[in-house]
Antibody, heavy 125, light 106 residues
């Protein structure tokens, strides 16, 4: 079964740090680009970071740039998110999502086809 | 940054109804748009990519159309399992999501 499982969430004070992990199974993890997406309680989806299959290309949303670091270990089939200088507005469920690539009309398209269930991060004083 | 808006934000419908959700982009994104369905407490599920291509296993009552800045998701005959929140996502320039449309039971 193709699966993504996140871990590492918890409660942290403002200014603190957490490291999230995402374990992939049932597919060749090293060949897929990966993402982190978060969802604040009762709110919509927010994409926050992307890493290419090799780790050579990384992007961040402005809301986390300079504070969060995405990385991966393909030997361990794992994706990571190091979160520093956390703020109350970072409180959310953090999910990893696989970006698959599809060819349609001779163009390549990405979409997030596999998602984990998420891990909750609460930032509060 | 590319911003997405969705309308309506909320709609109330009955089983069997035809439902249409609109997603508008702040600048042209060709057909680099996907649609997702999310039920409470669950991860999102991919419905459509490339604006109009149905993902594997998605029922044919779902369809998507549009290009450039305006897109639609249509459910031809709403089923009980379709009551959920729907999000569009642009994948032309990084990966932003729309704010979502909640489809509720009338």
């Amino acid at each position: 079964e193709v699966q993504l499982v996140e871990s590492g969430g918890g409660f942290v004070r403002p200014g603190g740090s957490l490291r999230l992990s995402c374990a992939g199974s049932g597919f060749t993890f090293s060949t897929y680009n990966m993402n982190w997406v978060r969802q604040a309680p009762g709110k919509g989806l927010e994409w926050i970071s992307y890493i290419s299959y090799s780790g050579s290309t990384i992007y961040y949303a402005d809301s986390v740039k300079g504070r969060f670091t995405i990385s991966r270990d393909n030997a361990r089939n794992s994706l990571y998110l190091q979160m520093n200088t956390l703020r109350a507005e970072d409180t959310a469920i953090y999910s990893c999502a696989r970006a698959d690539r599809y060819n349609y009309n001779n163009n390549w398209y990405f979409a997030f086809d596999i998602w984990g269930q998420g891990t909750m991060v609460t930032v509060s004083s | 940054d590319i911003q997405l808006t969705q309308s309506p934000s909320f709609l109330s419908a009955s089983v069997g109804d035809r439902v249409t959700i609109t997603c508008r982009a702040s600048q042209g994104i060709s057909t680099y748009l996907a649609w997702y369905q999310q039920k409470p407490g669950k991860a999102p599920n991919l419905l459509i990519y490339a604006a109009s291509t149905l993902h594997s296993g998605v029922p044919s009552r779902f369809s998507g159309s549009g290009s450039g800045t305006e897109f639609t998701l249509t459910i031809s005959s709403l089923q009980p399992e379709d009551f959920a929140t729907y999000y569009c996502q642009q994948l032309n320039s990084l990966f932003s999501f729309g704010p979502g449309t909640k489809v509720d039971i009338k």
